[in-house]
């Protein structure tokens, strides 16, 4: 790791200020990423401001039909949290299948969102929830929030400090991980909203990072059953390839774990 | 330079390190802890694993100054003097270990299995938490039959308590 300069801050003003200070600083949250891209050389801030120790960034509300996420939440007090659990299980079943045990304890979903990785968990769920991502500027939609790989709409020192998710009537997740990494080879996430309509999105598939799967959506809507996606093709063009599974490979996963995740919603 | 102030096995220290100094390398290097090892270096191995502020972590993961105010517990701070913790114990008696690169990681995180699932843990849970642990050496088997073994000694330390 190259040299640089850390600093914890004691709230989102003063990481806001430290941000502001530094040449070419990155927040760090949970830092289950940050830290190994430095590592690796592939990262060299020249300031690391740590919002890890804010309290105001922690902790999970449920009010009414919205469920809302503070940034610093790791994944593994999302995955135990009753209130998760009660409003939105399958997002609490999608943060308990994140990377292994000691990665969710540090972990947090504000910095899995920030980070976009293709093959991260979290996007899914935000993108089919239809959930709102909440900054020190601003409140962001999940439609307008992912920009593709490791892009999102966040401007240069903004903040995540929640997310909102609605409560849908339905919602599940499935996921093949890559059995050395546990990320996501594909994962399915299909959200039905209280007022009918259907989402459905696909992680670690496309070239291009989290996406929508009009074709599962469509399916479910005229009929929400696993079976419903028997008939379904998803198309090959633009997904990812790689040593781990062709494009074609990723296509039909997309379509098995929608079903999967059909089932689990119920 | 930053004097990062923790507490790690029950003793409080005051050390100075670089910012962009690891968690293991301020247990290894600054405090000559070597039972946490370094294994891949990639935060997938689990050969670093301590538990901070009673949660597994990967040590390699961690800045040395996130850790400020937190209390570390290490490998070295499992034994009550001359007598093994259950876990480490379970290892020697069921041959959970070969080389012994892997074990420090693997005990801490089973530690932490225990500890989260108390007496509801069987074999496939046990595989499935120890995903983040890699060995080269045992093939699992008896690392698994380890910590379900300790699972019931520390239950029957527990309830004697």
Known sequence: ?????????????????????????????????????????????????????????IGVEASGDTLTIK???????????????????????LASMIGDPAVRHRGTIGGSLANNDPAADYPAAVLALGATVKTTKRSIAADDFFKGLFATALEDGEIITAVSFPVPAKAG??????????FALTGVFVAKTKAGDVRATATGASQSGVMRVPAIEQALKANWSAGALGGVTISANGLLADIHGSAEYRANLVKVMGQRAVTAAG | MSTVKLTVNGRAVAVD??????????????LNLTGTHVGCDTSQCGACVVHVDGRAVKSCTMLAGQAEGCNVTTIEGLAKGDELHPMQAAFRDNHGLQCGYCTPGMIMSAVDIVHRHGGNLDEETVRHELEGNICRCTGYHNIVKAVLDAASRMKVAQAAE
């Open chain 2, 17 to 30: 390190v670089e910012d962009r100094t690891l968690l293991v390398q301020l247990l290894r290097e600054n």
């Open chain 1, 173 to 182: 997740y499935a996921k093949f991980p890559n059995p050395a990494s546990r």
């Open chain 1, 71 to 93: 940034a610093a939440t790791t994944h593994y007090d999302v995955a135990q949290s009753d209130a998760v659990r009660k409003a939105i299980p399958a997002l609490a079943h």
């Open chain 1, 1 to 57: 790791m190259y040299e640089t300069h850390y600093h914890r801050a004691s709230s989102v003003d003063d990481a806001a200020a430290l941000f502001a200070k530094g040449t070419d600083a990155k927040f760090l949250a949970g830092g289950q990423t940050l830290l190994p891209v430095m590592k690796q050389r592939l990262a060299a801030p020249s300031d690391v401001i740590d919002l890890g120790k804010i309290k105001d960034l």
